[in-house]
């Protein structure tokens, strides 16, 4: 599985930006695609995750501003980001996990810049 995110930038504070996360290869067997971030010298976090089900869930830091979902005919999970905050600067990273042997493959990252 080959996951690529595309989508992040520098946005100023209160703005909005829409990550994508693009899945190829073996993806019959992706059952959970999330978002994690990870802060200049801090451990990688959970943002969000969107399961095949469609059920979502989102960490408390990011809930009512911030939307997983997914194009399931493209592939691809996006995550809409609104009321964009300085503390949500961070490289954002796409996360898709296997049913089979509880693989979990990880995408290169695309950086986010909120600007106060």
């Known amino acids: 599985v080959q996951l690529v995110e595309s989508g992040g930038g520098l946005v100023q504070a209160g703005g909005s930006l829409r990550l994508s996360c693009a899945a190829s290869?073996?993806?019959?067997?992706?059952?959970?695609m999330g978002w994690y971030r990870q802060a200049p010298g801090k451990q990688r976090e959970f943002v969000a995750a969107?399961?095949?089900?469609?059920?979502?869930n989102y960490a408390d830091s990011v809930k009512g501003r911030f939307t997983i979902s997914r194009d399931t005919a493209k592939n691809t999970v996006f995550l809409q980001m609104n009321s964009l905050k300085p503390e949500d600067t961070a490289v954002y990273y796409c996360?898709?996990?296997?049913?089979?042997?509880?693989?979990?493959?990880w995408g290169q990252g695309t950086e986010v810049t909120v600007s106060s």
């Open positions: 996360n898709a996990r296997s049913s089979i042997g509880a693989k979990s493959y």
């Open positions: 290869g073996s993806i019959f067997s992706i059952n959970y």
């Open positions: 969107i399961t095949t089900g469609g059920n979502t």
